[in-house]
């Protein structure tokens, strides 16, 4: 993982905003209707190239693949592990509960979620390695053409896919989760393998309080999340933590938040997990003031902030002096070699679905390099 003695390095969580060409590919292989693997193939090698070109012509020095070929970052795993099926109703978050008349409204700017959720109902294991041998080459070959700094790529969590994939196999929730690592664990170590900084997607650890473990009490979700990093560094345990980072966060949607868990109540087991490096919500204004539950943490030497400085559900674009000032407060945690400046989400969650608009992304991303520069003045003099 690049680290920076000069300047605040920039990166994002990872899935950027698709074109319909993207989308369409992608529903076609969703639907089971007029899917073409060769043209599919083509459209996502052209997007990947794309989307690098223009994080790094935006500024951004760590890039990723945008998550072009996935519908979602949680749900792309039932088209690679075997036994899941069906296709289960989506349980309301519980912020939202109250406030059916903003759901239909969000519907309507936002989009539907019309991709499968399915679950649970056989053995899992390993069924297509090719999808992923494909997401590799296609960012390499990208970075081959335009040189950013590095590059990094999203996998699901075990814990997450739990918490999308409702288990109706295997005897207990532990192993049912225990199961999803082993399986993923070969895709976390090809990533890793070809020189590629793997980010574990982790909602899992903060989102799933109020949305897939909303039926848990706190005592209950605490432990789960417990469990769920103790079985996520196993399936890490042949890559070095430099090589990882984790992004944690609370829903990557508009709406009340007023059910999210405190992150002072998960900070302790985040930093447990392996990764060295850690995403988090820092800019959206559930969120913001937490950065004193990070100055009063006991965060381990080893460990790399990158706190989100931009929302990724307004395309309000912030102004550059404002992520300089929330540069300098985390730089002031932990120090400056340890601080990149990340955001709160990404901008593409859905594949065809949100609210955020492309070029006003990238705007942002602009905007996010822009601040980082002005803060490392401030920080090297």
Request: hydrophobic letters at 45%; glycine letters at 6%; proline letters at 5%.
């Amino acid at each position: 993982m690049q680290l920076s003695t000069e300047r605040i390095l920039t990166t994002h969580v990872g899935s950027l905003p698709r074109s319909q060409a993207v989308v369409d590919r992608l529903m076609a292989k969703e639907n089971h209707s007029g899917h073409e693997p060769q043209a599919f193939a083509a459209v996502m090698s052209a997007a990947v190239d794309e989307v690098v070109a223009r994080q790094v012509g935006a500024g951004i020095d760590i890039v990723s693949d945008g998550e072009m070929s996935k519908i979602s970052y949680a749900t792309y795993i039932k088209d690679r592990l075997s036994g899941f099926g069906g296709d289960q109703p989506r349980q309301v978050a519980l912020d939202l509960q109250p406030y059916p008349e903003f759901r239909a409204r969000m519907a309507l700017f936002a989009g539907q979620q019309t991709f499968k959720r399915q679950c649970c109902i056989g053995p899992i294991a390993l069924v297509d390695r090719e999808s992923m041998r494909q997401d590799i080459a296609n960012l390499r070959a990208a970075r081959a053409r335009h040189a950013p700094l590095e590059l990094f790529m999203n996998a699901a969590s075990p814990g997450v896919v739990a918490a999308f994939q409702t288990n109706e196999y295997y005897p207990s929730h532990e192993a049912y989760v225990e199961a999803i690592a082993a399986a993923m664990r070969e895709e976390y170590e090809a990533i890793a393998a070809a020189g590629i900084v793997l980010q574990i997607d982790c909602p899992d650890l903060a989102m799933a309080r109020h949305t897939g473990f909303q039926d848990l009490t706190e005592e209950q979700f605490l432990r789960r999340a417990h469990f769920h990093v103790e079985a996520l560094n196993e399936a890490l345990r042949n890559i070095p933590a430099s090589q990882l980072r984790m992004h944690v966060c609370w829903g990557n949607y508009e709406g009340p938040h007023d059910h999210d868990i405190e992150v002072a109540k998960v900070l302790p087991i985040i930093l447990k997990a392996k990764p060295a490096a850690i995403l988090f919500e820092a800019a959206n204004p559930r969120h913001a003031h937490e950065w004193r539950e990070w100055q009063q943490a006991r965060i381990p030497e080893d460990k790399v902030l990158v706190p989100g400085l931009l929302t990724s559900t307004s395309n309000y674009v912030e102004h550059p002096e404002l992520i300089a000032q929330r540069i300098g407060v985390f730089a002031d945690i932990v120090g400056r070699e340890r601080v990149l400046a990340g955001t709160d989400c990404g901008f593409g969650t859905f594949a065809g679905i949100g609210k955020m608009d492309a070029q006003i992304s990238y705007a942002k991303l602009a905007a996010l390099a822009e601040g980082a520069r002005r803060a490392s003045q401030r920080l090297w003099p």
